[in-house]
């Protein structure tokens, strides 16, 4: 199994998967912000991250995180059982669309645009959005982890938007800095982390 990675990208997703299921994987590195890459990801639009498996070949991370969960069944990371999984994928789709949408457009335009070219509305407006979603990422039930008492796939999509958020200076509470921090001090993030920033 092959994943194609890139530092600080959402391939950390994928990579942090893995390590969550205990399965054996090789990484390498894309080039994708290079001209003249050395390495090109094969997914059809460049980008990371992008997983070999034997014959399969899948692209887009919620994609191959699924994948991986329904091949490698046994944990509670993708559970079996339709309501709680149905609760799981419920986070997950706000984490990708309502939370991520308005985080990384004001990632992207601190990190991409130079400063004397990006729109101070536009900034205002992205920031609104990426606040008022970051808001509404709490557990409804003051359980220890997004979906329910265990840890799952959700956390892993919704602590690294909430990351982003944080880097773009949005102001999380105690609440969820310390969901951060119960995330991040895994073993299985701390390896993911390290393979995909090589």
């Known amino acids: 199994m092959l994943v194609y990675t890139y530092p600080k990208s959402r391939s950390l997703r994928v990579l942090w998967t893995l390590e969550e299921l205990g399965v054996d994987y090789d990484s390498i590195k894309a080039d994708i912000l290079c001209e003249t ?21 899948i692209c887009e991370t919620l ?4 994948y991986l969960c329904e091949k490698y069944t046994g944990t509670s990371l993708y559970p079996v059982d339709p309501a709680y999984r149905a609760v799981v994928n419920s986070w997950i789709s706000f984490a990708l669309t309502d939370l991520e949408s308005p985080v990384w457009n004001l ?13 101070a509305p536009l900034l205002d407006y992205f920031r609104a959005g ?69």
């Open 107 to 119: 990632l992207r335009q601190l990190v991409f645009v130079p400063e004397d070219r990006r729109a």
């Open 63 to 66: 994609a191959i995180c699924t």
């Open 130 to 198: 990426a606040t008022q979603a970051v808001a509404m990422a709490t557990p409804e039930h003051h359980t220890p982890w997004i979906a329910g008492e265990e840890f799952t796939l959700a956390d892993i999509f919704m602590t690294h938007t909430l990351l982003w958020a944080k880097l773009c200076g949005i102001a999380l509470g105690e609440q969820r800095e310390d969901y951060l921090n119960r995330a991040f001090a895994r073993p299985a993030f701390l390896r993911a982390q390290q393979r995909n920033n090589q």
């Open 37 to 57: 890459p050395t390495v090109m990801s094969p997914h059809p639009r460049g980008k990371v991250p992008f997983l070999v498996d034997g014959e399969v070949a």
